[in-house]
């Protein structure tokens, strides 16, 4: 599971590196995804972080990411 985490985080800053996308949004619900939302945050394209259950399974670091002006989405609300 590690090696999928530092890979979408690989690709993450990748992706906002090459300025070929407007907005990324990173589907996680662990706080393994925070270095590449932070990178994406100081750059054009924005990035959004988008979990499941949010309201209720707030990470550790989202109060960080929200200063920082990274938008979170608790995308659970989408279904139902």
Same mark, same amino acid.
């Given at each position: 599971?590690?090696? /999928?985490?530092?890979? @979408?985080? =690989?690709?993450?800053?990748?992706?906002?590196? =090459?300025?070929?996308?407007?907005?990324?949004?990173? @589907?996680? =619900?662990?706080?393994?995804?925070?270095?590449? /939302?932070?990178?994406?945050?100081?750059?054009?394209?924005?990035?959004?972080?988008?979990?499941?259950?949010?309201?209720?399974?707030?990470?550790?670091?989202?109060?960080?990411?929200?200063?920082?002006?990274?938008?979170?989405?608790?995308?659970?609300? @989408?279904?139902?």
């Amino acid at each position: 599971q590690k090696l /999928v985490d530092t890979l @979408l985080v =690989a690709d993450t800053v990748s992706a906002c590196q =090459a300025d070929a996308f407007d907005h990324i949004v990173v @589907l996680s =619900a662990d706080d393994d995804m925070v270095p590449g /939302v932070l990178t994406g945050f100081r750059r054009r394209p924005s990035v959004s972080l988008a979990r499941f259950d949010y309201r209720t399974d707030v990470g550790r670091y989202d109060s960080m990411l929200r200063s920082c002006g990274v938008q979170i989405h608790d995308i659970s609300l @989408l279904s139902g």
